[in-house]
Nanobody
Framework: VQLQASGGGLVQPGGSLRLSCAAL????????IGWFRQAPGKLREGVSC????????YYADSVKGRFTSSRDNAKNLVYLQMNSLKPEDTAVYYC??????????????WGQGTQVTVSS
């Protein structure tokens, strides 16, 4: 069971990217799926977590209003649409099964991440 992220790249500040998350070996529709990111020298940051039950999505304050998570159940994919990108969004992005644990979002079954670099 593993989730793989793709779609990263180099983009200028203010630009957009859409990341994709593909599942190997299971149906994403059965799980809460989210995104987290890891930048060099910084703590891992939970970006989003989408509930499979009620469709609600948690977003970190740092991305709220700019990032949107969505699902395509027919394709078994989860997306992260990132708009108005900032240099501080530069990180490796991962998708994984998410859960709330003592007030913090944790992520499991994450695999290959994708590099997002925001720079002019």
């Amino acid at each position: 069971v593993q989730l793989q992220a793709s779609g990263g790249g180099l983009v200028q500040p203010g630009g957009s990217l859409r990341l994709s998350c593909a599942a190997l070996g299971f149906n994403l529709d059965y799980y809460d799926i989210g995104w987290f990111r890891q930048a060099p020298g910084k703590l891992r940051e939970g970006v989003s977590c989408n509930s499979r039950t009620d469709g609600s999505t948690y977003y970190a304050d740092s991305v709220k209003g700019r990032f949107t998570s969505s699902r395509d159940n027919a394709k078994n994919l989860v997306y992260l649409q990132m708009n108005s990108l900032k240099p501080e969004d530069t990180a490796v992005y991962y998708c994984g099964q998410c859960r709330l644990d003592q007030g913090e979002y944790e992520y499991d079954y994450w695999g290959q991440g994708t590099q997002v670099t925001v720079s002019s």
